[in-house]
């Protein structure tokens, strides 16, 4: 059976310092996959998808960047994090033919 | 462009009415799929339904039902005896056919309150 794994579940970074947020799924190959980010109070933005390795697209200009070193790991990374980075983080695939995506329990970031 | 609009923010019903939650979403592809995902305390999106665009049957799983109409580009979800237990946030979501894959884009969610 297919699973993903998001780590940390919490993080508390002080500002201006990197961020690296990882996740992996088990159990599919050439998934796509996504990082989304939910505000307080607020919906799920999608940040970046990727459809194969080394391919990610980016869907809004931020302070945030992503990479697919391998098949079935996505990484959100930062180089220097701001107070508005804090909010929920969530990463998800999908089968290739737009499936349902299953969702990681999430990081909760706090930046200070 | 994509979008979806949930222009309930929050909901606040008591146990046992029926409630409605409004998608209404923007396309220009005439193959998407539409999905609606429901997010507990926990944190975790729970995924609940999909309907491609060139399925309008309305569908009913327990006490949940979906309506889908392309004429008003609408997928509105109606939970009937709502209980405590289906508060949470609800999101609704769109996905296009884009080269080379998918994107999912989500609404801005609507939370539901069910008071005893």
């Known amino acids: 059976s297919q699973t993903i794994h998001q780590w940390p579940a919490t993080l508390v970074q002080p500002v201006g310092s990197p961020l690296s947020l990882e996740c992996t799924v088990e159990?599919?190959?050439?998934?796509?996959l996504y990082w989304y980010r939910q505000a307080a109070g607020r919906g799920l933005q999608l940040l970046f998808y990727?459809?194969?390795?080394?391919?990610i697209s980016s869907e809004v200009p931020q302070n945030l960047s992503a990479s697919r070193p391998q098949d079935r790991q996505f990484i959100l990374s930062s180089k220097k994090l701001l107070l508005s980075d804090s909010g929920f983080y969530l990463c998800?695939?999908?089968?290739?033919?737009?499936?349902?995506?299953?969702f990681g329990q999430g990081t909760r970031l706090t930046v200070v | 462009a994509q979008k979806v609009t949930q222009a309930q923010t929050e909901i606040s019903v008591v146990e046992k009415e029926d409630v409605t939650l409004d998608c209404v979403y923007e396309?220009?592809?005439?193959?998407?799929?539409l999905f609606w995902y429901k997010q507990p305390p926990s944190g975790e999106l729970v995924f609940l339904i999909r309907?491609?665009?060139?399925?309008?049957q309305n569908e009913i799983s327990g006490r949940y039902s979906w309506n889908f109409q392309k004429s008003t580009s609408s997928f509105n979800f109606t939970i009937t005896a709502s209980q405590v237990v289906d508060s949470a946030v609800y999101f609704c979501?769109?996905?296009?056919?884009?080269?080379?894959?998918?994107?999912?884009?989500f609404g801005a969610g609507t939370r539901l309150f069910v008071k005893a």
């Open positions: 998800a695939w999908e089968e290739q033919g737009n499936t349902e995506a299953f």
């Open positions: 159990g599919t190959s050439n998934p796509n």
């Open positions: 990727s459809v194969g390795i080394g391919q």
């Open positions: 396309t220009r592809d005439t193959t998407y799929y």
């Open positions: 309907r491609n665009s060139f399925d309008e």
């Open positions: 979501a769109l996905s296009e056919v884009n080269t080379g894959g998918f994107k999912t884009i």
